[in-house]
Structures are given as structure tokens and as C-alpha cells.
């Protein structure tokens, strides 16, 4: 079993649309988490950081459940512009960070 | 934000031959560095960890031989493929942390073809 698991996709919505993406991860001492965005054939980005509490930036809100292991990100109002693949980042206690595979969006007109 | 550099950004090379990658922390002293290979739709999987002035920890299944990591400064590291051959051609990362941080900052990546 993979450390952090998300389901690839495609994600297919259009503009205007509310998607939502999940990521399980199995080692409960892991410590801090993130998202990253990753275009076609470039570095991965960070996109935000998550919290128990649950963060917001703009369009997009994070939310991590520590009981569950589980980790959300959710993007209101889709643009064009998000058509990319977010990967779900966990920061081991070492201070590795180990990637999910990632899922893929794309935003149709 | 900080910046990392990394070059090449695109390689071709003939089988056998070394390839060398390096990573710069251009506005910070990055104590660590991490490199990372990525394979077409898989994910980022995490090669070594190098310290500055210290031995690189390689990951289970990375052969230190082949891969050869040098992080003489806090500003540098380089990664050599030697003798590479076709299975290694792969997308390399680095990517660079400021003393404890949590953040990593990456490179834009390498692109190695080998023939």
C-alpha cells in the first residue's frame, strides 16, 4: 500500500464548476501536509499548506482530518487556468517529503 | 519567494556516458536538499537526502554508486548519473530547505533522455 493515496483522475468539469479531491495517507506520525500543484513537464508548485482547522485561500480550501488520516481540497469556481495535477504532499517526522501520486484536472470551456 | 536553480533543464545523452545535475539555492543557505525522479504519471519518488558537508542518505532500492551526490556547500548540490542507460531516463528534481523550515522550494527540474 502506498504511503499517501489519491485517486489519479481525470477530474473532466466545466468552467464554473466546484471539485472536490481526497488523499489518505497510512503513517499516523507524519506531521505537517500540503497540496502541490504540478503543470505538464514542470516542477510541482505549492499550492497550500493544510490544517486541522481547515485553510482557505481564495477559491481553494484545504481541510486535514488527523482521526481519519485523511486530507480534502476543494476548488469553487474552476477556471481554465486549474487545469493541472495537485499532488498531496505529507511531511514525514524526518522531514521527507512523500507524494501522492496525484490527480489530474481539467477545466473544459 | 526563494529561489532554486537547476541545470541542465534538458539532457541527451548517449548510453554509458555520466550526466551531471546541480541545484542552487540562488537567496538562501539551504542546509538540505532532497532530490527526486519522476517517471511519466507516477509520482515524485524521493532518491537521497544531502546535508551540507555530510554523506547523502539514499532511499531503499537507490543505488549510491549510480547516483552520486555532492553537496559541498550550502548553496549546491550536484547529482551525477553515472553510466547511464536507458531506464534512467527520467524527469530529476532537486529541491532545497532553509535550516528547519518546513517549506521545500524546487528546482524546475531535468529532463534526461538517454539513447
Known amino acids: 500500500r502506498k504511503e499517501v493515496e489519491q485517486d489519479p483522475g481525470p477530474f473532466n468539469v466545466p468552467e464554473g464548476a466546484t471539485v472536490a479531491f481526497n488523499c489518505t495517507y497510512s503513517?499516523?506520525?507524519?506531521?505537517?501536509f500540503f497540496w502541490y500543484r504540478q503543470d505538464c513537464r514542470k516542477e510541482p508548485k505549492l499550492l497550500m499548506s493544510v490544517y486541522s482547522s481547515g485553510n482557505e485561500d481564495g477559491r481553494f480550501t484545504a481541510q486535514l482530518n488527523r482521526a481519519s488520516q485523511y486530507i480534502s481540497l476543494l476548488i469553487r469556481d474552476s477556471k481554465l487556468s486549474d487545469s493541472a495535477t495537485y499532488l498531496c504532499?505529507?511531511?514525514?517526522?524526518?522531514?521527507?517529503?512523500?507524494f501522492g501520486q496525484g490527480t489530474t484536472l481539467q477545466v473544459k470551456p | 519567494g526563494a529561489v532554486v536553480s537547476q541545470h541542465p533543464s534538458w539532457v541527451i545523452c548517449k548510453s554509458g556516458t555520466s550526466v551531471k545535475i546541480e541545484c542552487r539555492s540562488l537567496d538562501f543557505q539551504a542546509t538540505t536538499m532532497f532530490w527526486y525522479r519522476q517517471f511519466p504519471k507516477q509520482s515524485l519518488m524521493l532518491m537521497a537526502t544531502?546535508?551540507?558537508?555530510?554523506?547523502?542518505?539514499?532511499e531503499q532500492g537507490v543505488e549510491k554508486d549510480k547516483f552520486l551526490i555532492n553537496h559541498a556547500s550550502l548553496t549546491l548540490s550536484t547529482l551525477t548519473v553515472t553510466s547511464a542507460h536507458p531506464e534512467d531516463s527520467s524527469f530529476y528534481i532537486c529541491?532545497?530547505?532553509?535550516?528547519?523550515?518546513?517549506?521545500?522550494?524546487f528546482g524546475a527540474g531535468t529532463r534526461l533522455s538517454v539513447l
Open positions: 529541491s532545497a530547505r532553509e535550516g528547519l523550515k518546513n517549506i521545500q522550494y
Open positions: 504532499v505529507v511531511n514525514r517526522n524526518t522531514g521527507k517529503l512523500i
Open positions: 544531502s546535508n551540507e558537508g555530510s554523506k547523502a542518505t539514499y
Open positions: 503513517n499516523s506520525a507524519s506531521q505537517s
